[in-house]
């Protein structure tokens, strides 16, 4: 039970790190217009769609990234469980 809630945890970590990271790429001054050339509104849905599918694939990722600490996690706690089982039984029984 405690191996998910770290895996878990290790993927909530990474969600807020990328998340984190994201908010860092906007410039400071998010909330004021500068002067210069207006993006057409035909043209920013395209660059949202690019943001979307980066973002999707960057969770895909973690999502693959967890299912693969989760199952390292498993197997490190089914060894350690067998060797803490081997180390109690005498070693007559194993045979």
């Given amino acids: 039970m405690l191996h998910r809630s770290m895996a878990s945890?290790?993927?909530?970590?990474?969600?807020m790190l990328l998340l984190a990271v994201q908010l860092l790429s906007f410039s400071p001054g998010f909330g004021e217009q500068e002067t210069g050339t207006v993006i057409p509104a035909?043209?920013?849905?395209?660059?949202?769609?690019h943001a979307f599918e980066f973002m999707q694939r960057a969770l895909q990722?973690?999502?693959?990234t967890a299912f693969n600490l989760d199952a390292q996690t498993e197997t490190l706690v089914l060894r350690a469980e067998r060797r803490?089982?081997?180390e109690c039984m005498p070693t007559n029984t194993l045979h």
């Fill in 9 to 15: 945890s290790g993927y909530l970590k990474a969600v």
């Fill in 61 to 64: 990722d973690l999502k693959k």
């Fill in 42 to 49: 035909e043209s920013r849905p395209c660059v949202d769609c």
């Fill in 84 to 86: 803490a089982l081997c």
